[in-house]
């Protein structure tokens, strides 16, 4: 499918959980720029920009090499400061990349952005099968049920869907956790970011519950991979672990 498809990495410093979480360094590289390097992986992708409102941040990503526009300070979410930076490109649809998932996978990557080129495509995201009670029950993980042709239903920190016997239906691979990558057509983010937030999206705090208030399509694409973001000192310590011993097995 042609058409340009730019990833755009919103990163800032206001993490209450894990401060300069995009400059946290323990590995010998800055978080943002492990983050950058695996979407540089791609083949699809292009533009590759962190939007930030922060002068440490971009200085860090043009310290690598890397492209970052500042912007507006006053946006709430990731998504509205994507949006602020799209609107400027001459692309047709762009990937959400979160700058704290430095291990997210390239080759999901290159799906979506092939799946949001077909016509007709609004949003697309990724879907992991859940085979462990404790993720099934942990509000953390956000769960989706998906419909005919892969459409979200819905989105909720609770156990969805329900069932009596929980080992049962994740022995079945029909419980699925959401992986919180998006990629939009360029005209549904910019539709997206105009539309004021819902009572769902307070009440679960999940603004892809927006979308579907709206009648905006979610499209599901399932993936074998959860690729793990940095929300703690525990996830960095774990992730920093995870890439020390990684690169001592190829040197």
Do not use: C
């Not at 970052?68 to 799209?86: L, P």
């Not at 490109?89 to 077909?118: F, K, M, S, Y």
């Not at 579907?212 to 960095?236: C, F, K």
């Amino acid at each position: 499918m042609s058409g340009r498809v730019a990833a755009i990495i919103p990163a800032r410093l206001g993490s209450t959980r894990l401060p300069n979480k995009p400059l946290l360094r323990e590995t010998g590289r800055s978080l943002i720029q492990h983050v950058v390097e695996r979407v540089r992986r791609t083949s699809r992708l292009d533009p590759i920009l962190v939007a930030t409102d922060d002068r440490s941040i971009l200085a860090e990503v043009e310290s690598f090499g890397g492209r970052a526009v500042m912007t507006s300070i006053e946006h709430q979410s990731g998504t509205d400061r994507v949006a602020e930076v799209a609107r400027e490109l001459d692309v047709d649809a762009v990937i959400n990349v979160q700058g704290d998932e430095p291990e997210i996978d390239p080759h999901e990557l290159d799906r979506l952005a092939e799946a949001v080129l077909e016509p007709g495509a609004e949003i697309v995201t990724l879907a992991a099968p859940i085979h462990d009670e404790a993720t099934y029950l942990n509000q953390n993980a956000v769960k989706v049920v998906v419909g005919e042709r892969g459409r979200a239903l819905y989105f909720s920190r609770r156990a969805i869907p329900w069932t009596a016997d929980p080992v049962a239906a994740l022995q079945a691979g029909l419980v699925r956790k959401h992986v919180g990558v998006y990629a939009y057509s360029k005209s549904t983010l910019l539709r997206f970011t105009r539309l004021a937030p819902v009572e769902l999206e307070r009440s679960e705090r999940l603004e892809q519950l927006r979308a579907l208030h709206h009648g905006i399509t979610i499209r599901v694409l399932d993936t074998p991979t959860d690729s793990a973001g940095i929300d703690t000192p525990d996830d960095y310590a774990k992730f920093v672990k995870r890439w020390m011993s990684g690169a001592k097995e190829t040197r």
